[in-house]
């Protein structure tokens, strides 16, 4: 399953809202994760099962979407949130991540 | 809290062989899945591996079918990732991460610091 997010950067400032897509070649229903990565740091998790927001993540991020096409959203940008983002299917294996969104200050 | 810390990445040349080991702490390893993922220097993530929490079951990326081999020692907490017949485009930080559930969730709710593995002649 081939995954496609865009746009693959995006330039922002701070108190922004700012929207991350992520299309997936064939439906996988609500199976999808999103993580964030900072320069030199593993991902860390935000999202899960499309929806879900990962424990001691800020209510700023949200996740939305269902089949094919997904969104990240972060409302009023702080400034810890520029990094890098990913999306991952879990419906199947090989699992298969995005090419990743990097958000840069604007 | 929950630890993973890889270890093993080092220098080799190509067609040479490498063990990885993720050392995990805080929660009860043996109910979880595990993972290892690897990021190419300066490009995205690629999922490698997954094992069940019990070993049962292992899945590989197309990438390293039949090259790599995933496992895990639940009475010592680690998991393992032998890379054979190494190449070039195996170069990447080699992340562990843990699976939400016994191994089925295919969610990486917590992830090392990442090892090393160059790959050059």
């Known amino acids: 399953i081939q995954m496609t997010q865009s746009p693959s950067s995006l330039s922002a400032s701070v108190g922004d809202r700012v929207a991350i897509t992520c299309r997936a070649s064939q439906s996988i229903s609500g199976y999808l994760n999103w993580y964030q990565q900072k320069p030199g740091n593993a991902p860390n998790l935000l999202i899960y099962?499309?929806?879900n927001l990962q424990t001691g993540v800020p209510s700023r991020f949200s996740g939305s979407g269902s089949g094919t096409d997904f969104t990240l959203t972060i409302t009023s940008l702080q400034p810890e949130d520029f990094a890098t983002y990913y999306c991952q299917q879990a419906y199947s294996t090989p699992l298969t991540f995005g090419g990743g969104t990097k958000v840069e200050i604007k | 809290q929950v630890q993973l810390v890889e270890s093993g990445g080092g220098v080799v040349q190509p067609g040479t062989s490498l063990r990885l080991s993720c050392a995990a702490s805080g929660f009860t390893f043996s109910s979880h899945g595990m993972h290892w993922v690897r990021q190419a220097p300066g490009k995205g993530l690629e999922w490698v591996a997954v094992i069940a929490h019990d070993g049962t079951n292992k899945y590989y990326a197309d990438s390293v079918k039949g090259r790599y081999t995933i496992s895990r020692d639940n009475s010592k907490t680690t998991l393992y990732l032998e890379t054979n017949s190494l190449r070039a485009e195996d170069t990447a930080v080699y992340y562990c991460?843990?699976?939400?559930?016994?191994?089925?969730?295919?969610?990486?709710?917590?992830w090392g610091q990442g090892t090393l593995v160059t790959v050059s002649s």
């Open positions: 991460a843990r699976d939400l559930s016994t191994g089925g969730s295919y969610i990486f709710d917590h």
């Open positions: 099962t499309a929806s």
